[in-house]
């Protein structure tokens, strides 16, 4: 059974960092595109970055700058480096792991940015 396990959310100040983590399991190896995805009360889910197997990223203008992602195919964990955060950062954040056949979220971990 495939699962996704975030980690890494909590408070922070504006201008601050935080590092999520998402650990995929139930998989032989993580060949697929990945993501880090975020929702904030009443919006909708946004992508914020994504990885394709190798070095290949596309991020969420929002974030272009301030944000890297990278992965581990040989520990199949995907990472988001979050820097230079701002209040609207503030949202869930779900990893996610798409492969031809199905989509797999995480449950999501909260990150808040505020004073």
């Known amino acids: 059974q495939v699962q996704l396990v975030e980690s890494g959310g909590g408070l922070v100040q504006p201008g601050g960092s935080l590092r999520l983590s998402c650990t995929l399991s139930?998989?032989?190896?993580?060949?697929?595109?990945m993501g880090w995805y975020r929702q904030a009360p009443g919006k909708e889910r946004e992508l914020v970055a994504r990885i394709i197997s190798g070095s290949s990223t596309t991020y969420a203008d929002s974030v272009k700058g301030r944000f890297t992602i990278s992965r581990d195919n040989a520990k199949n964990t995907l990472y988001l480096q979050m820097n230079s955060l701002k209040p609207e950062d503030t949202a869930v954040y779900y990893c996610?792991?798409?492969?031809?056949?199905?989509?797999?979220w995480g449950q999501g971990t909260q990150v808040t940015v505020s004073s």
């Open positions: 139930g998989v032989g190896s993580s060949i697929y595109p």
């Open positions: 996610n792991y798409r492969t031809p056949w199905n989509n797999y």
